[in-house]
């Protein structure tokens, strides 16, 4: 969850189905919106749930929203690549993302996206998962990025080195990582992918579990 302007957006919760997060109590997350980049278990788990017990739209591809609004979340927020949705005064942009989507079943869940979010006086990136696309660089060309949230572990998503390419492409020297360390094929070794970045001139923030801070 990212505050912004007093605005938080939740990004893809899951957090039920994760080991490591046991000790997160759901019932106490709160969020303005929540953002789904795609329709993955691993992604939209608790989406539902937090939705429900906190009134929070779910905002997310048309097919998404929609399959929400039919399971009676009404205020769901349809949108699509390119556009843009005002979520109190900051403004969320679906970017493109390479990767597949579907519901747990099985069923189409329209194509996977990330976000770029901008508040009153600063942009970030989340990417969603994805491979690297050079479409990214239309990203850096638009917004002044201040940080972005990429995956990094690779095998199904982008690896470290092209996280690394991705933050040059937006125009940015401080990442947030995610996507790591869920499932045994994308466990990372934390101290080799920081320096990794650093050598790189790039700042690596591996936020553990439940962590606060600032960036």
């Given at each position: 969850?990212?505050e912004?302007?007093?605005?938080?957006?939740?990004?893809d919760p899951?957090i039920?189905?994760n080991?490591?997060?046991a000790?997160?109590?759901?019932?106490?997350i709160k969020?303005?919106?929540?953002l789904?980049?795609h329709?993955?278990?691993?992604?939209?788990l608790d989406?539902?749930?937090?939705a429900?017990?906190?009134g929070a739209?779910i905002v997310?591809?048309?097919e998404?929203?929609?399959?929400?609004?039919g399971?009676?979340i009404d205020n769901?927020?349809p949108?699509?690549h390119?556009?843009?949705v005002?979520?109190?005064?900051?403004?969320v942009k679906?970017?493109?993302?390479v990767?597949t989507s579907?519901?747990p079943?099985?069923?189409?869940a329209?194509q996977p996206?990330?976000?770029v979010?901008?508040?009153?006086?600063k942009?970030?990136?989340?990417?969603?998962d994805?491979?690297?696309?050079?479409?990214?660089?239309?990203?850096?060309q638009?917004?002044?990025?201040c940080?972005?949230?990429l995956?990094i572990?690779?095998h199904?998503?982008m690896g470290?080195?092209d996280a690394?390419?991705a933050a040059?492409?937006?125009?940015t020297?401080k990442?947030?990582?995610?996507h790591?360390?869920?499932?045994p094929?994308i466990?990372?070794?934390?101290e080799?992918?920081i320096?990794?970045?650093?050598?790189?001139g790039?700042?690596?923030?591996?936020?553990?579990?439940?962590?606060?801070?600032?960036?």
């Amino acid at each position: 969850m990212v505050e912004i302007d007093d605005v938080k957006l939740l990004f893809d919760p899951f957090i039920s189905g994760n080991e490591a997060a046991a000790s997160i109590d759901i019932a106490a997350i709160k969020p303005d919106y929540i953002l789904l980049s795609h329709g993955h278990q691993d992604h939209i788990l608790d989406a539902e749930n937090i939705a429900k017990q906190s009134g929070a739209p779910i905002v997310s591809n048309f097919e998404i929203a929609s399959w929400y609004q039919g399971q009676g979340i009404d205020n769901a927020i349809p949108m699509n690549h390119g556009g843009t949705v005002d979520c109190r005064g900051v403004k969320v942009k679906m970017t493109n993302a390479v990767h597949t989507s579907s519901f747990p079943d099985g069923s189409y869940a329209g194509q996977p996206a990330g976000f770029v979010v901008k508040g009153k006086n600063k942009a970030f990136f989340y990417s969603g998962d994805t491979a690297l696309h050079t479409d990214m660089q239309l990203i850096g060309q638009s917004e002044c990025i201040c940080f972005a949230i990429l995956c990094i572990g690779d095998h199904f998503t982008m690896g470290t080195k092209d996280a690394i390419r991705a933050a040059e492409f937006v125009g940015t020297n401080k990442i947030v990582g995610m996507h790591y360390d869920t499932f045994p094929p994308i466990e990372i070794d934390h101290e080799a992918a920081i320096e990794e970045f650093k050598q790189n001139g790039f700042s690596l923030k591996l936020p553990e579990i439940g962590e606060t801070f600032s960036v």
